[in-house]
């Protein structure tokens, strides 16, 4: 019987084999997948499903870093990811957001995971947010309408969908700056992920060419008796 922490070591690597090696945007799909978000839920369902997969496979506590806009500072901190997926998600039964225009009502569409796959080819951020602004307008187009008329239709959609974007206020250690640190969640899951798997493999090197073990009893022994092995051939 495997403990609860060989069976989260097998789940991250299972998960690094299916996304090690792949572009970025192939990689977010298969974390996505591997937390059970479908590509018609909403951005801010999918974070709140990498979160709680992170959650299952790392812990709740989660370190954090992000450079000051100002002195560049790298300014570490600590989220909680379970509290944090609890209030990402929108209801699964809200309406779809609407917003008067004049004397017409345009009826919008929250952004999907679906809809980030077309955003890969975009030459900069600007460029990318105006493509998922076009998805999201039905038979309207960014081209016909006014800048208040968009700035609406954008702080509509954030409010629909509050999680899509994930920031943290911040104050720098070093001058005191005060800003948003936007986390991109897929991004910082397949940081830890891939530093877990690498950690591992190199683990199973290290005892396999030492005592002959295969890769199934490697990570088959229990935690402390694996580091007292690695400590014994000089790999901790």
């Given at each position: 019987?495997?403990?609860?922490?060989?069976?989260?070591?097998?789940?991250?690597?299972?998960?690094?084999?299916?996304?090690?090696?792949?572009?970025?945007?192939?990689?977010?799909?298969?974390?996505?997948?591997?937390?059970?978000?479908a590509p018609t839920d909403s951005i801010?369902?999918?974070?709140?499903?990498?979160?709680?997969?992170?959650?299952?496979?790392?812990?709740?506590?989660?370190?954090?870093?992000?450079?000051?806009?100002?002195?560049?500072?790298?300014?570490?901190?600590?989220?909680?990811?379970?509290?944090?997926?609890?209030?990402?998600?929108?209801?699964?039964?809200?309406?779809?957001?609407?917003?008067?225009?004049?004397?017409?009502?345009?009826?919008?569409?929250?952004?999907?995971?679906?809809?980030?796959?077309?955003?890969?080819?975009?030459?900069?951020?600007v460029a990318a947010a105006q493509s998922?602004?076009?998805?999201?307008?039905?038979?309207?187009?960014?081209?016909?309408?006014?800048?208040?008329?968009?700035?609406?239709?954008?702080?509509?959609?954030?409010?629909?969908?509050?999680?899509?974007?994930?920031?943290?206020?911040?104050?720098?250690?070093?001058?005191?700056?005060?800003?948003?640190?936007?986390?991109?969640?897929?991004?910082?899951?397949?940081?830890?992920?891939?530093?877990a798997a690498e950690r591992s493999l190199?683990?199973?090197?290290?005892?396999?060419?030492?005592?002959?073990?295969?890769?199934?009893?490697?990570?088959?022994?229990?935690?402390?008796?694996?580091?007292?092995?690695?400590?014994?051939?000089?790999?901790?």
């Amino acid at each position: 019987m495997h403990s609860a922490a060989a069976r989260r070591e097998q789940d991250i690597l299972a998960l690094w084999d299916r996304a090690a090696g792949r572009a970025r945007r192939q990689r977010d799909d298969a974390l996505f997948t591997a937390a059970g978000a479908a590509p018609t839920d909403s951005i801010g369902a999918g974070n709140a499903a990498l979160l709680i997969l992170r959650t299952k496979l790392f812990g709740a506590p989660w370190q954090l870093r992000a450079a000051c806009p100002a002195c560049h500072t790298d300014c570490e901190f600590v989220a909680d990811s379970a509290v944090l997926a609890d209030g990402l998600a929108p209801p699964a039964d809200a309406a779809p957001p609407r917003i008067a225009l004049g004397d017409n009502e345009l009826t919008l569409r929250v952004p999907a995971l679906s809809d980030l796959a077309g955003l890969a080819a975009a030459p900069d951020r600007v460029a990318a947010a105006q493509s998922l602004l076009t998805r999201c307008l039905g038979d309207a187009t960014p081209a016909a309408l006014d800048q208040d008329a968009l700035d609406r239709i954008e702080a509509e959609l954030e409010r629909c969908d509050p999680g899509a974007i994930v920031a943290f206020a911040l104050d720098c250690p070093d001058c005191n700056h005060t800003w948003q640190a936007v986390i991109d969640i897929a991004p910082a899951l397949w940081v830890e992920v891939q530093a877990a798997a690498e950690r591992s493999l190199l683990e199973v090197d290290a005892l396999a060419r030492e005592y002959g073990w295969s890769e199934a009893e490697v990570l088959a022994l229990p935690r402390a008796r694996r580091a007292a092995y690695l400590q014994l051939v000089g790999a901790s």
